[in-house]
């Protein structure tokens, strides 16, 4: 089925970069399922961070992405990727990748696979 794993959290100081990789798993990538990054701070309701359809045409962000972040896909690798550079304290969260079947969007409701999640620091 539908797997989803995360990686390429951890510590980086404010202004530093990092890149967040998910693995999908086969069926994601066959079933052509748009894919995006959330993530959820602490005492903090998820958010959406950015997502892309399945032939990576179609990109949206969430403004606080904007400017700073990348969101790409490689669907021969099956792997889900974000550029974060001019990182700030603020963007401190547990970053999730997500796949589902019904569009773009930041919305959660279109998502119905999630990873783990890596915990990204920004201090």
């Known amino acids: 089925d539908v797997q989803l794993v995360e990686s390429g959290g951890g510590l980086v100081q404010p202004g530093g970069s990092l890149r967040l990789s998910c693995a999908a798993s086969e069926p994601t990538y066959d079933r052509g399922y748009c894919m995006a990054w959330f993530r959820q701070a602490p005492g903090a309701q998820r958010e959406g961070v950015a997502t892309i359809d399945s032939g990576g045409g179609s990109i949206s962000y969430a403004d606080f992405a904007k400017a700073r972040f990348v969101i790409s896909r490689d669907n021969v690798k099956r792997t889900l990727s974000l550029q974060m550079d001019s990182l700030k304290p603020e963007d401190t969260a547990v970053y999730y990748c997500?796949?589902?079947?019904?569009?773009?969007?930041?919305?959660?409701?279109?998502?119905?696979?999630w990873g783990q999640g890596t915990q990204v620091t920004v201090s």
């Open positions: 997500a796949a589902g079947s019904v569009g773009v969007g930041l919305d959660e409701w279109r998502y119905d696979y």
